[in-house]
């Protein structure tokens, strides 16, 4: 085997994804299509640090890389080549290898693609995986001679085809250099290779396809689901969420099983709880979340007025159903225990844990942006003053937890799911019913505070010392756009964005501050977050 020492990884995503695809996620390089809680190219440079090789990055020359996408690259030791988009593949590849003038052992990655196997990282391979997928590919089989050859489309649907992954390495950059002068097309110019380098196949283990829509949501699925976040699992069929907190998996189940029939549009179809295990199952979505595409995706604002009617279709469909007027749950007691729960005692006591865990006092003065601001507790105290005590009109069916992050997005359908309801207002309640108002706060939650964009770090910010911080949340120009959609929104004739629904806004951020200390850096953004939201409401209050 070739030494690979002084390797260069390219990675082709030089022209943008189809329009099917766009559609759904935005005007997109390949590499930069959302994943998780990150883009396509994390996982497509974790393989180059694998092969210990240079990363190389191509883009279409026009597309505008955000600041925190442009951050991470350059912290990865990306080299990133903008590419005319006019380039056939074959051309692309020339395009690159010429510009970072490669040389010696390479690796080439379509930027739609994503492999898992062993020996990736030896030299002068082709990946190819067995399939039946009815879809145009390029085939690779090997004749009587040994030689690779190379032939497209999308075979009788009978048998196994061995497919061509868009995985490459070869000892000798100037060969596939000199290859692709003289190749009509990449095929082509690899065959041309492979006879002057006898370049053999490899059968990987596992081959992630999203260069097709219907290929990107199996794909996201067979990279996602094989891993467990916390207490969710799934087999791609069905997902189970389990918890040790039986009594808050019971009402999160009793919620799917209750709630009206006009509202099963918006959920996964409900495949029941097991109370001994303490879980329930849903059927999975091949959907993208409304965190994903808000804080990774590029789409249009005329794609994100759809998803925010969508919202408040959701939203109008709860306050259609309340409680009976004699009942319990419509009581000005139930009120009362409901703005105590969500509101007033929560506060005083998340706050005190907060104040506790770092060992600060009443008085405790945080600076940002060279700015003081007041003790927090005065500021959470001040923001409730800004919100009415829950009344019995208040109470509807809720979510509890609507935010991006707990919704999916069906383009189809045009219509949002939603999962993870809360269940209640405390995690031993079991109610479909609560405060309407907190459903619009965390909606607002995700977009005029930018929480799922903050969750994952996608945010300007530094930590001077532990009381005084700079920070910015470096929106995009499509994210200040939903914020102007947001904040034009009405339901039943009444605006959503009132001052009282900035306060509980702002609070929701302040009041989390405990259930992020694991991470005190993306604990003090939320407490930086919330502070300037508070500021905000307080300023227009005075102006």
Known sequence: MADRENANFAILSGSYCSPEISAEFGKLPPSFIPLGQGRLYDRQLALARACNARPVLSIPSNYVIQPWDAEKL?????????????????????????????????????????????????????AVHRTRSNYHWAEAHVGENGMLHIS???????????VLCGYFSF???????????????????????????????????????????????????????????????????????????????????????????????????????????GSYRLEYLYLPTLAELFTFGELPAYAWNQIMESCLDFLRECRNHQPAKDSEQASPKRAERIFDNLFRRKTQDRVQTFLKSRGWDDTVRVSINGRQHAPISDVCQRLLDYIAPT???????????????????????????????????????????GDNRYDVAKLAHSIMGGYDSLLVGRVDFEELNPTTFRFDRCTTPAQEGIVEIFASLEVNGAP?????????????FLTMLPLHVDDPRRQNIMLCNGLLMADDLFNKSES
């Open 74 to 126: 350059a912290q990865e030791g990306v080299r990133v080549v903008r590419s005319p988009t006019s380039l056939t593949l074959n051309e692309a590849a020339q395009f690159v290898l010429e510009v970072i003038d490669a040389t010696g052992p390479l690796y080439i990655l379509y930027g739609d693609t994503l492999v898992e196997g062993d020996r990736l990282v030896e030299l002068d391979q082709a």
């Open 152 to 162: 497209s489309g999308y075979g009788d649907g009978t048998q196994d085809r061995s």
């Open 171 to 277: 000892s000798d950059a100037m060969a596939l250099r000199r290859a692709c002068v003289t190749g009509d097309n990449f095929d082509a110019s690899i065959e041309t290779y492979a006879r002057n380098k006898n370049l053999r196949t490899i059968e990987v283990r596992e081959w992630h396809d999203f260069g097709h829509l219907s290929l990107i949501y199996q794909s996201r699925r067979n990279v996602m689901v094989s891993r467990s976040f916390n207490s969710i699992h799934s087999d791609g069929v069905a997902l189970a969420k389990t918890s040790s907190k039986k009594a808050k998996i019971r009402a999160e189940a009793h919620w799917y099983e209750s709630i009206p029939g006009a509202l099963r549009v918006f959920t996964p179809q409900y495949l029941g709880h097991d109370s001994g295990a």
């Open 391 to 433: 009344r019995p009109e208040h109470i509807t069916v809720w979510h509890g937890d609507f935010f991006f992050g707990n919704m999916l997005y069906d383009f189809r359908a045009g219509r949002v799911r939603v999962v993870d309801p809360r269940g209640g207002d405390t995690d031993t309640d079991c109610t479909i019913y």
């Open 496 to 508: 959503l964005w009132t001052d009282e629904i900035r306060a509980m806004t702002a609070l929701l």
